[in-house]
T-cell receptor, first 112, second 114 residues
């Protein structure tokens, strides 16, 4: 099993540009989560999906953030326009068993 | 409100020493889950343990052990005979009964010195 796959691993972009982060969950997992990790705020849940349907997006910081899950094997987190304060590591995780998550390796985003 | 507190920001120990990472949580739920995750320098998050609120049995897995005490709302993690490979950031987390709403502590960075 390849695990949860995130791409890119690193992204450097200029302020104002659109950024798209990608996640491929583990096959068969029915829940997918997007987290953001920063030194100041630690790990924050941004949004999660059950069976491809967004269940709770209350953690999404602003309208500049959007997430989609068009099918069971793919999800995107988009930031448009990006700002320097969006710089963080973004983790995707998937699960089948309640609470037992597998995390991807994360995408380190730097907005300059 | 749900909250997880890991008061120890950084800990350094010499190899083979035992070390305990503290975790204190707050919740109004009667059913909830507690977790520990390890984040090595490579960045990924590794699941270590899940414990539900009705199971206060302590657990041991190799050099790892966990002490869950509802009376003090604590879920502490002990590494016995620490090794350099244990160096990582360790996160304690709390979830509601669905397992979908997670609250992470800020993490404890453990450095094991050879």
């Amino acid at each position: 099993d390849a695990g949860v796959i995130q791409s890119p691993r690193h992204e450097v972009t200029e302020m104002g540009q659109e950024v798209t982060l990608r996640c491929k969950p583990i096959s068969g997992h029915n829940s997918l989560f997007w987290y953001r990790q920063t030194m100041m705020r630690g790990l924050e849940l941004l949004i999660y999906f059950n069976n491809n349907v967004p269940i709770d997006d209350s953690g999404m910081p602003e309208d500049r953030f959007s997430a989609k899950m068009p099918n069971a094997s793919f999800s995107t987190l988009k930031i448009q326009p990006s700002e320097p304060r969006d710089s963080a590591v973004y983790f995707c995780a998937s699960s089948l068993i309640q609470g037992r998550y597998t995390f991807g390796s994360g995408t380190r985003l730097t907005v300059v | 409100a749900q909250k997880v507190t890991q008061a120890q920001t950084e800990i350094s120990v010499v190899e083979k020493e035992d070390v305990t990472l503290d975790c204190v949580y707050e919740t109004r739920d009667t059913t909830y889950y507690l977790f520990w995750y390890k984040q090595p320098p490579s960045g990924e998050l590794v699941f270590l343990i899940r414990r539900n609120s009705f199971d206060e049995q302590n657990e041991i897995s190799g050099r790892y052990s966990w002490n869950f005490q509802k009376s003090t709302s604590s879920f502490n993690f002990t590494i016995t005979a620490s090794q350099v490979v244990d160096s990582a950031v360790y996160f304690c987390a709390l979830s509601d009964f669905t397992g979908n709403q997670f609250y992470f502590g800020t993490g404890t960075s453990l450095t094991v010195i050879p």
